[in-house]
């Protein structure tokens, strides 16, 4: 099956840029979604189609997606977007989605 | 407004049995293919099982065929899980979602809160 992989953790002063990657073979020729979750907390969609964003989210967050390598970014960073995010993909051989390991931000 | 609200969780000896219910609201629920999504204790998000609208499709993780079996009652907007055979490696907490209806690609659009299953003696 196909594998995602991001890095377990990144840091990040507040007011600067945090850049999350999501690894795959051709996952530029896939459609990544990304997923906000805050502890405690069901996981929130942040990202889809790459970088479109649903109604409510930041425009701070936006996302690329190339090669290899789909990123995340999140620009002027909070302390509020202190989170673990996962990026996803879909299997439609089996209609589920196939998530990345995670990647725990934290704000400096 | 969309509300996804999971019930029957909590704690079973290994080898016991559970159903899981997820309360589908605000939104044509027959019209939305579902799955189950978990989280192990510190881990990261598993794919659990599929159903499509009309239970026509059903897929489940090689780590549950065979003990799990997931089922809907789109007359009573609700989405199940039998779980049979648990190992403490079921221990997570379990979402259901639901899919968003696209073309290329597919993602999930809204989550319940989840409900904690706990396999241990």
């Known amino acids: 099956s196909y594998v995602l992989t991001q890095p377990p953790s990144v840091s990040v002063a507040p007011g600067k840029t945090a850049r999350i990657t999501c690894g795959g073979n051709?996952?530029?020729?896939?459609?990544v979604h990304w997923y906000q979750q805050k502890p405690g907390q069901a996981p929130v969609l942040v990202i889809y189609y790459d970088s479109d964003r649903p109604s409510g989210i930041p425009e701070r967050f936006s996302g690329s997606n190339s090669g290899n390598t789909a990123t995340l970014t999140i620009s002027r960073v909070e302390a509020g977007d202190e989170a673990d995010y996962y990026c996803q993909v879909w299997d439609s051989s089996s209609d589920h989605g196939v998530f990345g390991g995670g990647t725990k931000l934290t704000v400096l | 407004e969309v509300q996804l609200v999971e019930s029957g969780g909590g704690l079973v000896k290994p080898g016991g049995s559970l159903r899981l219910s997820c309360a589908a609201s605000?939104?044509?629920?027959?019209?939305?293919?579902m799955n189950w999504v978990r989280q192990a204790p510190g881990k990261g998000l598993e794919w659990v099982s599929s159903?499509?609208?009309?239970?026509?499709?059903?897929y489940y993780a090689d780590s549950v065929k065979g003990r799990f079996t997931i089922s809907r009652d789109n007359a009573k907007n609700s989405l199940y899980l039998q779980m049979n055979s648990l190992r403490a490696e079921d221990t997570a907490v379990y979402y259901c979602?639901?899919?968003?209806?696209?073309?290329?690609?597919?993602?999930?659009?809204?989550w319940g809160q989840g409900t904690l299953v706990t396999v241990s003696s």
């Open positions: 159903i499509s609208s009309s239970s026509s499709y059903i």
């Open positions: 605000g939104f044509t629920f027959s019209s939305y293919s």
């Open positions: 051709n996952i530029g020729s896939k459609s």
């Open positions: 979602a639901r899919i968003a209806m696209a073309s290329s690609s597919s993602w999930y659009d809204y």
